[in-house]
């Protein structure tokens, strides 16, 4: 009865956990988990110019191992983030778009992240 319990509570509990975060969140702990350089949309074109960086692969897309949590989601899109980067010989890369997709019945999502990756000096 106890052991039915807490597996009803604990069920309850992350059904209860936030299934996406806001793109300002997405941003400031992105570059925080990657050991890749982040460059902001809004740093871009002044990147581009500059002549600094070049484009090694443009509409990369990764799905993230379910996490526990939005958080590990991202840690776990960084992780697969940074190894694409070093697979492209590159150091920096540009979150293009992301998304939490439902992918079964009792809403677990799964993250999916789209980025360029990039080689600057």
């Given at each position: 009865?106890?052991?039915?319990?807490?597996?009803?509570?604990?069920?309850?509990l992350?059904?209860?956990?936030?299934?996406?975060?806001?793109?300002?969140?997405?941003?400031?702990?992105?570059?925080?988990?990657?050991?890749?350089?982040?460059?902001?949309?809004?740093?871009?074109?002044?990147?581009?110019?500059?002549?600094?960086?070049?484009?090694?692969?443009k509409?990369?897309?990764?799905?993230?191992?379910?996490?526990?949590?939005?958080?590990?989601?991202?840690?776990?899109?960084?992780?697969?983030?940074?190894?694409?980067?070093?697979?492209?010989?590159?150091?920096?890369?540009?979150?293009r778009?992301?998304?939490?997709?439902?992918?079964?019945?009792?809403?677990?999502?799964?993250?999916?992240?789209?980025?360029?990756?990039?080689h600057?000096?």
């Amino acid at each position: 009865m106890e052991r039915n319990r807490l597996l009803i509570g604990t069920l309850l509990l992350l059904s209860s956990c936030a299934t996406s975060m806001t793109p300002m969140k997405v941003n400031n702990n992105l570059p925080e988990l990657t050991q890749s350089k982040f460059i902001s949309q809004t740093d871009l074109e002044e990147i581009e110019s500059s002549n600094k960086c070049k484009y090694l692969v443009k509409g990369r897309s990764y799905t993230a191992p379910i996490g526990l949590t939005t958080k590990s989601d991202l840690k776990n899109a960084a992780k697969g983030i940074d190894e694409w980067v070093e697979l492209d010989s590159g150091n920096s890369y540009v979150l293009r778009n992301y998304k939490w997709v439902t992918v079964d019945h009792i809403g677990t999502t799964q993250l999916h992240v789209e980025f360029d990756t990039m080689h600057c000096e």
